[in-house]
């Protein structure tokens, strides 16, 4: 159980074009999730804080605009990279929190797999 | 500001030896520590946590030292493998938080030569 998945795996755009990264939960659902981003051999650095039916929280020098974040129901958030750029390219991880009592273990953050976005 | 240090930030061991990995934080509102292991090109994964109630959780290899009072916990592998080769990130969290923000170390690169 505790299965994340993410959709791409990986993405090659154009620089200029958008792109949309899903993040599901599988075999539970989730009230938060979690945006992360991560450069070759460093620490994840969190983005955005999604929660069901909500506005996403936003880390401090993250754009709003250019990553737009929808967390559209308790297993699914996307994450919409707008007018992707080269800097734009990284690792791109989700996470998704497990409220109690659903068989797996309570207040948990499960990672998905990553997302590698490389913008040309 | 990080919240959490990690030490060392690259360590060699060889097949069999021990592996350890020390982390340390301020906020003493933080009450789960949880570490997680990656793969090149892949998402952390939880490897084992512990809450500050105890002061040791062992699974397997794997060991965790808590010092509460030192704020300091600490990953031990035991009898280290080169399949153990991975990056290692140490987390604190306020698990009963509304949102429950993971505050990560900045990894640890574990080589295991055979």
């Known amino acids: 159980g505790a299965v994340v998945s993410q959709h791409p795996s990986w993405v090659i755009c154009k620089s200029g074009t958008s792109v949309k990264i899903e993040c599901r939960s599988l075999?539970?659902?989730?009230?938060?999730m979690f945006w992360y981003r991560q450069f070759p051999k460093q620490s994840l650095m969190l983005m955005a804080t999604?929660?069901?039916?909500?506005?996403?929280?936003?880390e401090q020098g993250v754009e709003k605009d250019k990553f737009l974040i929808n967390h559209a129901s308790l297993t699914l958030s996307t994450l919409t990279v707008t007018s992707a750029h080269p800097e734009d390219s990284s690792f791109y991880i989700c996470?998704?929190?497990?409220?109690?009592?659903?068989?797996?273990?309570?207040?948990?953050?499960?990672f998905g797999p990553g997302t590698r976005l490389t913008v040309t | 500001q990080q919240q959490v240090k990690q030490s060392p930030q690259s360590l060699i061991v060889q097949k069999g030896g021990i592996s350890i990995i020390n982390c340390a934080y301020e906020?003493?509102?933080?009450?789960?520590f949880p570490w997680y292991q990656q793969f090149p090109g892949k998402g952390p994964a939880l490897l084992i946590a512990?809450?500050?109630?105890?002061s040791e959780k062992k699974e397997g290899r794997f060991t965790i030292s808590f010092n509460k009072s030192a704020k300091q916990f600490s990953l031990h592998i035991m009898d280290s493998q080169p399949g153990d080769s991975a990056t290692y990130f140490c987390?604190?969290?306020?698990?009963?938080?509304?949102?429950?923000?993971?505050?990560f170390g900045r990894g640890t690169q574990l080589t295991v030569w055979p």
């Open positions: 906020n003493t509102a933080f009450d789960y």
């Open positions: 987390a604190a969290s306020i698990r009963g938080s509304t949102l429950g923000r993971l505050y």
């Open positions: 996470s998704a929190r497990a409220y109690k009592g659903q068989g797996v273990l309570d207040y948990e953050q499960y």
């Open positions: 075999d539970f659902q989730a009230t938060t």
């Open positions: 512990i809450r500050p109630d105890v």
């Open positions: 999604s929660n069901e039916g909500s506005k996403a929280t936003y």
